[in-house]
T-cell receptor, first 115, second 109 residues
Framework: GAVVSQHPSWVICKSGTSVKIECRSL??????MFWYRQFPKQSLMLMAT?????????EQGVEKDKFLINHASLTLSTLTVTSAHPEDSSFYIC???????????FGSGTQLSVL | RKEVEQDPGPFNVPEGATVAFNCTYS??????FFWYRQDCRKEPKLLMS???SGNEDGRFTAQLNRASQYISLLIRDSKLSDSATYLC??????????FGDGTTLTVKP
């Protein structure tokens, strides 16, 4: 199956710093990638849809200036959590599909802990 | 009402038991359907796609009823390793994926 690589796997940072998370499709081109956040014992929450070559589409309630998304190529999308605070601590996961509407392949997730 | 609703669980069953999970969806334009499995602090992994004709993969059987907008997953002969959260995912052709909240299964010796 298709492979999506995400790193880092975990990050511990001080409050106020910015953290960049990378998501790569290794063996296919992904025009669209998705970013999610998951708090303990809760379901995945879609944050935004990342579109190659254009602006990301953010879900309601997600601050676009807080969570910067860049999808500069067909195989790479990045999520930057700017000026992270403890309440941003969460599990962040990306996904992509070979074609829209088809099954998703997920990155391995990034556990962010902000002190 | 949520777009995708799953049995809240949790399900606690002994090894060897048969367990069934249900999922309903509200968007009649939904086109593709999947069951994913997620282990604690790991990414979801595709368990199986779901088709109207029903499909089986070993101990796992998935069914789709488009008229009732209902999806099911049946696990036979449960193993300890089946313990996980099972996510129902519904896609539209526009590429939007909607996740259920997941149903947690614990299989005990």
């Amino acid at each position: 199956g298709a492979v999506v690589s995400q790193h880092p796997s975990w990050v511990i940072c001080k409050s106020g710093t910015s953290v960049k998370i990378e998501c790569r499709s290794l063996d296919f081109q992904a025009t669209t990638m998705f970013w999610y956040r998951q708090f303990p014992k809760q379901s995945l929450m879609l944050m935004a849809t990342s579109n190659e070559g254009s602006k990301a589409t953010y879900e309601q309630g997600v601050e676009k200036d807080k969570f910067l998304i860049n999808h500069a190529s067909l195989t790479l999308s990045t999520l930057t959590v700017t000026s992270a605070h403890p309440e941003d601590s969460s599990f962040y996961i990306c996904s992509a599909s070979i074609s829209l509407g088809e099954k998703l392949f997920f990155g391995s997730g990034t556990q962010l802990s902000v002190l | 009402r949520k777009e995708v609703e799953q049995d809240p669980g949790p399900f606690n069953v002994p090894e060897g038991a048969t367990v069934a999970f249900n999922c309903t969806y509200s968007n009649s334009a939904s086109q593709s359907f999947f069951w994913y499995r997620q282990d604690c602090r790991k990414e979801p992994k595709l368990l199986m796609s779901v088709y109207s004709s029903g499909n089986e993969d070993g101990r796992f059987t998935a069914q789709l009823n488009r008229a009732s907008q209902y999806i099911s997953l049946l696990i036979r002969d449960s193993k300890l390793s089946d313990s996980a959260t099972y996510l129902c995912v519904v896609n539209t052709n526009a590429g939007k994926s909607t996740f259920g909240d997941g149903t947690t299964l614990t299989v005990k010796p």
